[in-house]
């Protein structure tokens, strides 16, 4: 069997179509999620920041690190998203119920 062509041309998802931009995603998503779990990497008491034990330094200081990556990841995913008007005009508003 064979597959239908689409009539816009473009039939590729918006994953396959940016596969460099998927890939910052993921990494940015993984390495967020890594540093917070992997303890090992910042459960100990000795270096002291300041009056702070490491690990407090460490967290408060991550903190913002993981919003800034997370709000490019936001960014990068509203790029592959596509153009309101790429679906040959005919695509409906969230919520519009079209004929």
Not at 16 to 38: E, G, M, N, R
Not at 48 to 54: A, L
């Amino acid at each position: 069997m064979t597959r239908p062509i689409a009539a816009s041309g473009n039939s590729r998802s918006p994953i396959a179509a940016h596969p460099v931009t998927s890939a910052v995603i993921a990494v940015l998503v993984i390495a967020s999620i890594f540093f917070s779990l992997y303890v090992p990497l910042y459960a100990s008491a000795t270096p002291k920041v300041g009056d702070f034990p490491f690990f407090y330094f460490y967290l408060l200081a991550y903190m913002p690190v993981v919003a800034i990556a997370l709000g490019i990841v936001i960014r990068l995913q509203k790029r592959l998203r596509p153009a309101a008007g790429d679906q040959g005009g005919t695509a409906a508003s969230p919520g519009e119920v079209t004929k």
